[in-house]
């Protein structure tokens, strides 16, 4: 314990400059979480960049041996890849839409997966029932 004014000043200056210490410490750890944050959000974009890369190259691959399935084994006409579309505010996006109006009239949506999840296909159907006019549209163009 402090006895004198002058031990009590001194354990105060002490305690003001442990508390500077402290605030410099505190704003130190702030910065490198922000920075940190920063170089998580910066990862997540290039993962995804990456997984939109793989996604292209898995349907650049397919594309070919698909083209030739679809003409020869389903009498498809027109085979169009990466078909985007958007109407109303909705949006869609098919790996491949093939179809004919000819003596067959028949779509067929393609979408390639790297590995095939129960949830993808699901997915896909909601979305083809929810947009169905879109593409009924866009097919009698």
Same mark, same amino acid.
């Given at each position: 314990?402090?006895?004198?004014?002058?031990?009590?000043?001194?354990?105060?200056?002490?305690?003001?400059?442990?508390?500077?210490?402290?605030?410099?410490?505190?704003? =130190?750890?702030?910065?490198?979480?922000? =920075?940190?944050?920063?170089?998580?959000?910066?990862?997540?974009?290039?993962?995804?960049?990456?997984?939109?890369?793989?996604?292209?190259?898995? =349907?650049?691959?397919?594309? @070919?041996?698909m083209e030739t399935i679809l003409r020869q084994q389903?009498?498809?006409?027109?085979?169009? @890849?990466?078909?985007?579309?958007?109407?109303?505010?909705?949006?869609? =996006?098919?790996?491949?839409?093939?179809y004919t109006n000819g003596e067959v009239n028949r779509?067929?949506?393609?979408?390639?997966?790297?590995?095939?999840?129960e949830e993808s296909i699901t997915g896909m159907i909601?979305?083809?029932?929810?947009?169905?006019?879109?593409?009924?549209?866009?097919?009698?163009?």
């Open positions: 314990m402090a006895t004198t004014a002058d031990e009590v000043w001194q354990l105060l200056g002490e305690l003001l400059q442990a508390q500077k210490e402290t605030n410099l410490k505190f704003q =130190e750890t702030d910065r490198l979480q922000k =920075e940190n944050a920063r170089q998580i959000r910066e990862l997540g974009k290039q993962i995804g960049g990456l997984g939109a890369k793989f996604g292209s190259f898995t =349907e650049g691959l397919a594309l @070919p041996s389903f009498a498809m006409e027109i085979i169009s @890849p990466s078909v985007r579309v958007s109407k109303g505010g909705e949006h869609l =996006e098919i790996d491949v839409l093939a779509a067929i949506v393609v979408e390639v997966k790297s590995h095939a999840r909601q979305d083809i029932g929810i947009d169905k006019e879109i593409f009924f549209e866009l097919l009698r163009k």
